[in-house]
C-alpha cells in the first residue's frame, strides 16, 4: 500500500537553528501538507502546496516557515529560527485532490526544541 | 465559533456497548467530511469519509446534517481496540486545499 513517509523521525535542535523536516508524498497525489501537534494538542493546519505553490497557509506560517518540492518526490518544511514553541509533531500529508480527497499522514517528525 | 468544534471527553464505555461522536462546523460551504482516528502519538488515520446519504462500514456508522451544519460517528458493539481519539476533518473546497481538524474526541473502552 503507497504510503506517506517522513524524515527524521525525531528531531533534537537548538533554539535559533533552522531544520528542515523532509516528506516523500503518495507519488500521484496531487496536494500536499503540513500539519503540526503540539504534544496533547489538535492537529492544527499550517500549508497546503499544489501545483508547485502554496494554495492555502494558516496564520501560524509565518515568515518563519517555507516550504519546498524541490525535485519531483521530496516535500519540505524548513523552519528558519526554530523557537521552544515550534516544539511538536510535524505531520506531512498527501491527497489526489478529486472526490472526497481524503488525506494520508505520514508517521511524523517529532522536533524537540531545546 | 470555531471551525470544526468537538465534545473532547473522554468517553468511558464498556466493551460491547454503542457510542456515538457528534462534530459542528462553522463553514456552510464545507464540502468533504471525514472522520480520522488517532492513536496516542500517532499519526490521524482514515476512518470513513460521510456522505450525504450517510454511510455505513462495518459497525461504523456516519451520518452528515448539511442544514445543522453537523457529522456523527456511531460506534455499535465496541471493542477495547476502538480505544482512540476521533477526529472530525472538514475539507473547504472541493478541491482540497483546506482541510481542518477538530481537536478530537477521546474514546476509552473499559473490558
Known amino acids: 500500500e503507497p504510503e506517506v513517509t517522513q524524515t527524521p523521525s525525531h528531531q533534537v535542535t537548538q533554539m535559533g537553528q533552522e531544520v528542515i523536516l523532509r516528506c516523500v508524498p503518495i507519488?500521484?497525489?496531487?496536494?500536499f501538507y503540513w500539519y503540526r501537534q503540539i504534544l496533547g494538542q489538535k492537529v492544527e493546519f499550517l500549508v497546503s502546496?499544489?501545483?508547485?505553490?502554496?494554495?492555502?497557509k494558516s496564520e501560524i506560517f509565518d515568515d518563519q516557515f517555507s516550504v519546498e518540492r524541490p525535485d519531483g518526490s521530496n516535500f519540505t518544511l524548513k523552519i528558519r529560527s526554530t523557537k521552544l514553541e515550534d516544539s511538536a509533531m510535524y505531520f506531512c500529508?498527501?491527497?489526489?485532490?478529486?472526490?472526497?480527497?481524503?488525506?494520508?499522514f505520514g508517521q511524523g517528525t517529532r522536533l524537540t526544541v531545546v | 465559533r470555531k471551525e470544526v468544534e468537538q465534545d473532547p471527553g473522554p468517553f468511558n464505555v464498556p466493551e460491547g456497548a454503542t457510542v456515538a461522536f457528534n462534530c459542528t462546523y462553522s463553514?456552510?460551504?464545507?464540502?468533504?467530511f471525514f472522520w480520522y482516528r488517532q492513536d496516542c502519538r500517532k499519526e490521524p488515520k482514515l476512518l470513513m469519509s460521510?456522505?450525504?446519504s450517510g454511510n455505513e462500514d462495518g459497525r461504523f456508522t456516519a451520518q452528515l446534517n448539511r442544514a445543522s451544519q453537523y457529522i456523527s460517528l456511531l460506534i455499535r458493539d465496541s471493542k477495547l481496540s476502538d480505544s482512540a481519539t476521533y477526529l472530525c476533518?472538514?475539507?473547504?473546497?472541493?478541491?482540497?486545499?483546506?482541510?481542518?481538524f477538530g481537536s478530537g474526541t477521546r474514546l476509552s473502552i473499559r473490558p
Open positions: 500529508a498527501s491527497s489526489d485532490g478529486r472526490g472526497v480527497a481524503e488525506a494520508f
Open positions: 502546496f499544489y501545483n508547485n505553490e502554496i494554495s492555502e
Open positions: 463553514n456552510s460551504a464545507s464540502q468533504s
Open positions: 476533518v472538514v475539507s473547504w473546497y472541493s478541491s482540497a486545499s483546506k482541510i481542518i
Open positions: 460521510v456522505y450525504s
Open positions: 507519488s500521484n497525489h496531487l496536494y
